[in-house]
């Protein structure tokens, strides 16, 4: 696995090809350098990974632990922590304190972006899964949203009516980890630390978001990537 850094979603805008024929959609990422706050070793950790940590927090809002842990690498407290598994020799050309920007995607075509969608409360099956819901004639009564019947979906042990799990019915909506996959990069300020990509990114403006290098590519942007 490639480097994850972290940053914060601005916003979308667009921008537009140099002869002025085609706008791209981007969404706007802030992506301030990171802080690398760990380094775990098959020694000490069983495994090999290398922890960032990312955004300023006051040290009155964060746990004596946490301080002290950012505190062995020379930082301030840190908001969020993240880890990425990597090998010995790769974890071995980081550095406690070290900072970790944009110039590590360089060269890379497509990232994978991972954040908290929006959540939507509690929602019925037509606004959660799509259902289409009841016929509004012929009948039917004021019950037109609701999913139908639930009974013929019942566990078949002769002694209870319970439902199959994973049956898609009324819940929580939202407020979940969402990773969308193989987003292009249209530009990458380094200057300014932004970082602009192809399509919608999950999560509200402001919300912090983690960017990888794409893990596996479909083939239309596997060719892309070879030409």
């Known amino acids: 696995m490639g480097v994850t850094l972290l940053g914060k979603k601005i916003g979308m805008t667009r921008v537009f090809s140099e002869d002025g024929k085609q706008s791209v959609p981007v969404t706007v990422l802030q992506m301030s350098p990171c802080v690398v706050t760990q380094i775990r070793t098959p020694e000490t950790d069983g495994y090999s990974a290398v922890q960032v940590g990312w955004g300023e927090i006051k040290p009155r809002n964060a746990s004596i632990p946490m301080i002290g842990h950012d505190a062995k690498a020379g930082s301030a407290p840190r908001r969020v922590h993240v880890e990425f598994r990597c090998d010995d020799g790769v974890a071995s050309g980081y550095e406690l304190g ?113 960017i990888r290098p794409a893990i596996r590519l479909n083939r239309s942007k596997g060719k892309a990537k070879s030409a």
């Open 98 to 210: 070290q900072e970790v920007g944009l110039a590590a995607l360089e060269g890379v075509q497509f990232v994978d972006a991972i954040g908290t969608s929006k959540g939507k409360g509690f929602q019925g099956t037509m606004k959660r899964h799509g259902f289409k819901g009841q016929q509004a004639t012929h009948g039917v009564e004021r019950k037109h949203r609701s999913p139908g019947s639930i009974g013929a979906h019942a566990t078949n042990r002769g002694h209870c009516g319970k439902l199959k799990k994973g049956k898609r019915m009324a819940g929580q909506m939202g407020a979940e980890r969402v990773t969308v996959r193989s987003l292009p990069i249209v530009k990458i300020d380094t200057e300014n630390n932004l970082l602009l990509v192809k399509g919608p990114v999950p999560g509200a403006n402001g919300g912090t978001i983690e």
